[in-house]
């Protein structure tokens, strides 16, 4: 599959029109809620000392957790996760408004004249909180056929982007009933893409190489399938978050994800639920519904491969060679799918399967911790 394609960098049967649109990929951070241990390095390669006064290796399980737990704002953290897919909506808006304010039309009707596309990745960071990595496209009200309106530029684009960061906010309160206003952190990382099939490209101006790009979200998309700083599993009682195979800094967010979860003012959040996500609820991968190919072409793509590479090894298996290849069109699929049942039988059933999951778990980690 081509990875540009997917990626919204070019777009079938109108390529050049998309690279030559205003285009953007950007990073947006959760703001900080207490300092943390830290891994810095100068342009030469020398680490800088954390501000607890040490330096630290790479791998240090320190790398990402307060440096004074007792200060650090667990409860803030976990909200601003709970709402960081609806913070992310409530840029979009933003972002629709500061474009339809240099086009000189009112944002309603915005979409008449110019279409905002997107697609993003969620990754979380070391301190558990998620990141978004997001590549936007300014096409015409048709989508990716269309020209751009003239008046918006990369510049435009940049800037309008850059502004929708700092106004996004959504008002939330605290369990003692204080406000809490959440944000995007002060960092965002802002490039322009430009069309360039050389992954190495990456001037000095801040701009990214398609070629890199497709790279970056290959690597984002495939890291957020199977990377969390949670655990893999829900959460089901109080009791058994002492057992986790966490960090401790980890650990007390699913512990305040699971006191906040039982709270009458945050019941629509369903933090219990989210626990071991640590409080996110997004999906790790979305994108506009114009943006690129859909993901149902997508599973459809891969489907067809499946079944041809099934054919072609049947064939092989039986003459000895794969043969012309399969026209799809005249092969018929019969399936007989019949349910058998669903999880466990009855609540014994379950309790025992977790406990059997937690004690090998235990098992691997002690031995880990009794290696020489």
């Known amino acids: 599959m081509d990875v540009p394609r997917v990626a919204g960098l070019i777009e079938s049967p109108h390529p050049a029109l998309v690279t030559e649109k205003p285009r953007a990929f950007l990073t947006l951070t959760a703001p900080s809620f207490g300092p943390v241990h830290t891994r810095r390095t100068t342009t030469s390669g020398r680490v800088i000392p954390c501000r607890c006064g040490g330096y630290h290796h790479p791998d240090d399980t320190r790398l990402g957790s307060p440096t004074d737990p007792d200060t650090y704002d667990y409860i803030g953290s976990v909200l601003w996760q709970a709402h ?6 409530r840029f979009v808006i933003a972002l629709r408004r500061a474009l339809a304010g240099h086009l000189g039309v009112p944002s309603r009707i915005f979409r008449d004249v110019a279409r905002l596309s997107y697609a993003k990745v969620a990754e979380y960071q070391r301190r558990g909180l998620v990141h978004f990595h997001a590549v936007v496209r300014v096409d015409g009200p048709d989508g990716p056929g269309d020209p751009t309106p003239r008046g918006i530029t990369a510049d435009v684009l940049r800037a ?13 309160e605290r369990p003692d009933g204080s406000a809490l206003l959440l944000g995007w952190g002060a960092q965002l990382d802002l490039r322009q893409i430009t069309a360039s099939n050389a992954s190495d490209v990456e001037d000095g101006d801040g701009a990214i190489s398609e070629a890199r790009l497709a790279g970056y979200v290959a690597k984002y998309a495939t890291k957020g399938t199977g990377t969390t700083e949670g655990t893999d599993r829900p959460v089901r009682d109080a009791e058994h978050i002492a057992y986790l195979d966490v960090s401790p800094h980890h650990r007390r967010m699913i512990e305040i994800c699971w006191q ?6 945050y019941e629509a959040l369903n933090l219990r639920r989210w626990a071991h996500m640590l409080g996110f ?5 979305t994108k506009s519904q114009r943006y690129s190919t859909t993901f149902r072409a997508i599973r459809g793509e891969r489907r067809s491969w499946r079944v041809r590479h099934e054919l072609d090894q049947l064939a092989r298996d039986t003459w000895g060679e794969a043969g012309d ?18 999880g466990h039988s009855n609540h014994a ?10 004690r090998n778990r235990q098992q691997r980690t002690t031995r880990r911790e009794t290696r020489p």
């Open 160 to 172: 309008a982007i850059t502004t929708a960061a700092q106004v996004a906010v959504i008002a939330t």
């Open 84 to 89: 960081a897919g609806q913070l992310w909506h």
């Open 349 to 358: 059933e379950r309790e025992l399967a977790m406990a059997i999951a937690e």
């Open 325 to 342: 290849p399969i026209d799809l069109d005249s092969v018929t699929v019969i399936n007989d799918w019949r349910l058998l049942g669903v």
């Open 281 to 285: 609820r997004g999906h790790f991968l």
């Open 260 to 265: 906040l979860g039982g709270l009458e003012q």
